[in-house]
Nanobody, 115 residues
Framework: QVRVVQSGGGSVQAGGSLELSCSVS????????VKWYRQNPGRGRELIAL???????NYADSVNDRFGLLRDNFGKVIRLAMYSLKAEDSGVYLC?????????WGQGTQVTIST
């Protein structure tokens, strides 16, 4: 059974940094994709970053050059490092692991950026 467990997050002032972690278990090998979404009332759910099983990364324009993905050697712990945070980065951050056509979700974590 595939499980996705998130940790990290919290509150920080604008300009600060935070790191989120996503731990995937129950897969044989690396997930095909691990994705990070951000959800807030004003913008809905937005895909902000992803990493493929081969290690390729892609970022939304809204976070490019400020956020980075780091992965352990087994490809099952993926960290989202967030820098130069802005008020509009606030929201619930969701991690998902895609294996074939199935997408498995973490529990979500709140990030609040204060000005």
């Amino acid at each position: 059974q595939v499980r996705v467990v998130q940790s990290g997050g919290g509150s920080v002032q604008a300009g600060g940094s935070l790191e989120l972690s996503c731990s995937v278990s129950g897969t044989i090998g690396k997930p095909d994709y691990v994705k990070w979404y951000r959800q807030n009332p004003g913008r809905g759910r937005e895909l902000i970053a992803l990493i493929t099983g081969g290690g390729h990364t892609n970022y939304a324009d809204s976070v490019n050059d400020r956020f980075g993905l780091l992965r352990d050697n087994f490809g099952k712990v993926i960290r989202l490092a967030m820098y130069s945070l802005k008020a509009e980065d606030s929201g619930v951050y969701l991690c998902s692991a895609q294996v074939g056509s199935q997408e498995y979700w973490g529990q979500g974590t709140q990030v609040t950026i204060s000005t």
